[in-house]
């Protein structure tokens, strides 16, 4: 069954993305025919745009930011305007490289040291597995991965109704004919995972999210400290991977502006990807399993502190986040 929309209007599942469908044929036409320059000057005026005339992501981009930089540096950011600004614009930038994937220009990808081994190991190994992912980075070129291995499969749980009209023009504009399986979130059911356990057992891997608190009332969260402040992260995933009975792992997929091989110097935009293992859930008992999710909570925290830590302005998540933050209430107002 799917579960009621949260009833909190500024709650992430209920706020519309903005853009037109013309809107979005258009950006892929000047992508694709007149290049990346003039691309990069009209995306400017869209994000300028965006950043002034949504106030409540402007405010909750501030909120994140302010608080990453009192956790790192113990003080507030210095121009936290223009740091806003520059975190909508490096979110922009993420929508480039998501025409290109979907356009069939693979994104360039360095593996940190030991990842692709990690990687190519995991999936040689048959087992498949759940992958811990966040919205740091643009967790939507792991697609391109498969070109590594083409054993490579890849389900994505997202909530797709805000996105599902961008893709699906994306789709269109872009005459992209395999994207990746994309299983809604909130239609989760036993035969669903089902699916998701058939899917693993082939050999597959089941993408998800863990950053972002379930779309109902009544979705299971926990409390963690968060950058300092108390923050709801969802159980979903955890309870899913103990349900699953498989590897764990962690994804991030970081932009940058060039690699070590030498395309730094070009400027050539690319992607550092992190792949871990997080743990197994094969031989995890039934009794265990409420303990493990804690603790297994605890540390995706902290790897997603991390990740945050490193890439400051690569956190796409726009929405009320922690529960002392006045726009996170259901009486907030724009």
């Known amino acids: 069954m799917t579960p009621p929309p949260n009833s909190n209007p500024h709650h992430w599942s209920r706020i519309r993305e903005t853009g037109s469908a013309a809107g979005i044929r258009t950006m892929v036409w000047i992508r694709r025919h007149l290049g990346r320059a003039p691309f990069q000057v009209m995306l400017a005026l869209v994000v300028g745009y965006y950043y002034l005339a949504h106030g409540l992501h402007r405010r909750t981009s501030r909120t994140y930011l302010s608080r990453l930089w009192r956790h790192r540096h113990g003080r507030a950011p210095r121009n936290l305007a223009w740091l806003g600004l520059r975190h909508f614009w490096h979110f922009g930038q993420s929508l480039i490289d998501k025409i290109e ?3 069939g220009i693979p994104p360039r990808l360095r593996f ?6 990690r990687f190519l190991t995991a999936v040689g190994s048959g087992r498949g597995g759940v992958i811990l992912v966040s919205h740091v980075g643009n967790i939507e070129v792991c697609t391109a991965m498969s070109d590594l291995r083409e054993e490579f499969h890849a389900t994505l749980l997202m909530h797709t109704h805000n996105a599902q009209q961008f893709d699906s023009v994306l789709a269109r504009a872009t005459h992209r004919t395999n994207p990746p399986e994309i299983v809604e979130v909130s239609q989760i059911t036993p035969s669903t995972a089902m699916r998701l356990g058939q899917r693993i057992a ?7 999210a863990a950053d972002r608190v379930p779309i109902s009332d009544d979705g299971r969260a926990r409390q963690r400290e968060f950058l300092g402040h108390p923050a ?3 159980e979903g995933p955890f309870w899913l991977s103990t349900l699953l009975r498989c590897p764990v792992y962690t994804l991030g997929c970081f932009r940058e502006t060039g690699h070590a091989d030498g395309a730094a110097s070009r400027g050539t935009p690319g992607y550092r990807v992190a792949f871990d293992a997080f743990d197994d859930t094969a031989a995890l008992s039934r009794r265990g399993r409420e303990a493990w999710i804690d603790t297994a909570m605890d540390r995706y925290v902290d790897w997603l502190t ?7 302005l690569q956190w796409f998540n726009f929405f009320p986040f922690w529960h002392d933050d006045p726009d996170a209430l259901p009486t907030a107002t724009e």
């Open 101 to 103: 994937a979907w356009s």
């Open 112 to 117: 940190e040291a030991g990842a692709r081994e």
């Open 202 to 208: 082939d050999g597959g891997f089941v993408v998800i």
């Open 232 to 234: 709801p992260f969802p």
């Open 306 to 312: 991390r990740q945050c830590e490193t890439t400051p």
